[in-house]
């Protein structure tokens, strides 16, 4: 893939759940660079991650749903290209955040001194109240019973208040016992807070000192963040002014001062603090605690020109969602009936798709999706335009919903089981029409299924995913003829189509583990029928194979015991190309 353009880079990307009560990790650290106008499928059991990890990356995630940690950088030239007018607004704008940020500047000299009132600060604060130590203690096991507490009333929840009226009894008590725990440890927490505040207060000599150096390092700190900055921090303010109002361009005029005060105060932070504003990642970082960053290029006397930073991990705003959910990402989902509006005609859900996107007519957006429905395979297009979902067939309300996707040219189409709810004949159909279609629309397909046979039929790579993790990742021809991971090895023996006759169909032992937990080792240990010690231990690391392949297994380490492969996907090349007509 040297020769390929990423259009995605996720990089380290981690996904939780607010549950019940409970945080749940669902995506742990996935790293992964999508091409342009490849083929892609992500593929593993059901609640492997499939759906939320591509979620991500359009901005669907469920309203319970968060990106903990991780970057998901979007290559696309077009959009990242921004212009922005140098009117009346900006040019009165621009200078007065330089002359915040010069103001602030001065600061930066000063870094080490103010490092060191915060310092002073946070001893005086822990003395003032109990060790972090204690308060992790204290906090662990309030969130232990809030667990238990949350477990019994949910499991109370599923009783019969008349025929389970002894359980439901009990739980209530437990669930009241979990109350009084709490409460009584939050008490205590509270009791030594306080012993250690008052303690603080009668410790004449420890706040004298403290008054005594608090009053030095202010003093030494006004000092020092009193002289004039340097021609060069002038320099780099003035890009940094233009980046700033470069990046808020977008908005309408409140939401921009509102964002440029956030990102002045996260400057303004970042100096007093001494960090190195200059280097790139640095200024990226900042940036994206507010709005992401765009880059200062050049401009004229009537415009700023720069070029957009899109993480789509930090984006906080939906403007900015409907810049590229639909537009540049567009998904196709498993049931076609859950996606079309059943009181709205076929017709009209395509061109306002086309109309809100390419600032067209109407008339001009019926041409399209007339145009579009003939692509996709709908007889008689314009004379089924005006037809209601109900009046088509499974097949044929799919090939709408792709129709739908493709309205406004999509760079990336995320096709989330697309065939699961169709018959075998109309599968075969469908993927075939999305080949034929990426060949003509140039788009690049993230596929999400657990059917490999068509991972067979659609893929150039694959990503095996496991507990939130890719645990295999390589070309279709390496997953399928030189897999490395047992659970990949168990998913191909898995196949029904490759199932001798009388013999007995294979299935993966076990249940995938919990993500509510913190998970030690490899997480597919206890069902892996070739576990060792270390696998219960420490997580392996991922494994390159080839210059395509990588493995997240033991078993690929020089000193582990050599294992081959189940017998029954040995040579499986034949067996393939019978089942999946490769």
Known sequence: MEDKKAILSIKDLEVGFHVRGRNLTAIRNISLDIYENESIAIVGESGSGKSVFTKTFSGMLDSNGYIKNGQIIYNDEELSDTVVKKDALAQKIIPSVLQKLNEYSKSESAAATYRKILALEEEKREKAG??????????QKIKELSIRKAEAYNLKQTL????????????????SSFEKEIKSLEKQKERMEKKAKDTLSNDRAYLTEYNNRMEELKTLWQKESSGEITAETKKRNEILAKEIYLSVGRYGL??????????????????????????ENVRNTLFDKVAFRVRYLDETPEKLHGTCILNLAKIQYDKDWCQIRGKRIATVFQDPMTSLNPIITIGKQITSVIMKHQNCT???????????????????????????PFQYSGGMRQRIVIAIALSCQPR???????????????????????????????????????????????????????????????????IFYDP????????????????????????????????????????FAPRNPYCMKIDTIKEPPMFQVSETHFAKTWLLDPRAPKV???????????KLIKAFNI
């Open 564 to 574: 081959e492969k189940p017998e029954s996907i040995e040579n499986i090349h034949e």
């Open 254 to 279: 409140p939401k921009r001062i509102q964002l440029i005060k956030k990102l002045l105060a996260v400057f303004k932070d970042a100096m007093e603090k001494g960090e190195n504003i200059s280097n």
């Open 160 to 175: 019969d208040r008349k025929t389970d009226k002894a359980k439901i009894k009990k739980l209530s008590e437990e669930i």
């Open 362 to 388: 109407e008339v001009e957006a019926r041409k399209r999706a007339i145009e579009l429905m003939n692509k996709v395979g709908i007889p008689n297009a314009e004379a089924r335009f005006d037809d209601y």
């Open 484 to 523: 490395r991971h047992p659970y990949t090895w168990a998913l191909l023996s898995s196949l029904p189509q490759l199932a001798q006759k009388n013999t007995e169909l294979y299935t993966i032992t076990g249940t995938p583990p919990s993500l509510y937990n913190r998970i030690v080792g490899d997480a």
């Open 130 to 139: 109990i060790s972090k130590e204690e308060t992790a203690q204290y906090q």
């Open 412 to 478: 990336i189409l995320i096709c989330d089981e697309p065939t699961t709810a169709l018959d075998v004949t109309i599968q075969a159909q469908i993927l075939q029409l999305l080949k034929d279609l990426q060949k003509e629309f140039h788009y690049t397909i993230v596929f999400i299924t657990h059917d490999l046979g068509v991972v067979a039929n659609i893929a150039d790579r694959v990503a095996v995913l496991y507990a939130g993790q890719i645990v295999e990742l390589g070309n279709v021809e390496d």
